[in-house]
């Protein structure tokens, strides 16, 4: 006679989170790898994130996805990346690489000359029409390279 022991299926990890409350996620092109990245943004970045990633894909639908350098990059297949999104404990840094050429220019500075940051804190309004105003001039830029 075998003893057999009945095991639980593993429940799968949750996605660690890095120092800044950004989500740990796999390296990975496509749809999948991002949907990831925003299920595991903690709290109301979560929804956010949804949001975000609906207006880029609205605005752009043959955008090209991919998580790199555990964060969600946006852009054109061949021509680079236009848009990356990152988690802070208080706020979402929504960078647009070619920033400084959009109108009008996104609010926050970069080391880099190029580079505009957006921010989004928990209680703030996003105004829609402006942020894929910007997603659709980022979209015509050449991309960065990465």
């Known amino acids: 006679m075998t003893n057999q022991i009945s095991a639980k299926p593993a429940k799968p990890a949750e996605p660690k ?44 639908p043959d955008a090209h996805k991919a998580v790199k350098w555990n964060s969600p990059f946006y852009g054109m297949k061949g021509d680079g990346w236009f848009l990356g999104i990152h988690c802070y404990n208080k706020y979402i840094k929504v960078a647009f690489f070619r920033g400084a050429a959009l109108q009008p220019v996104p609010p926050e500075e970069s080391r880099t000359a190029e580079t505009r940051y957006f921010h989004i804190h928990e209680q703030d309004e996003i105004d829609e029409a402006q942020f894929t105003s910007w997603v659709k001039q980022a979209s015509l830029l050449p991309g960065e390279k990465m």
Request: glycine fraction near 16%; avoid cysteine.
């Open 17 to 60: 989170l890095l120092s800044g409350g950004n989500p740990q996620i796999a390296k990975g092109e496509g749809d999948g790898p991002v949907q990831a990245y925003i299920a595991a943004m903690p709290g109301w970045k979560s929804d956010v994130g949804r949001r975000l990633d609906a207006l880029i894909m609205q605005t752009v």
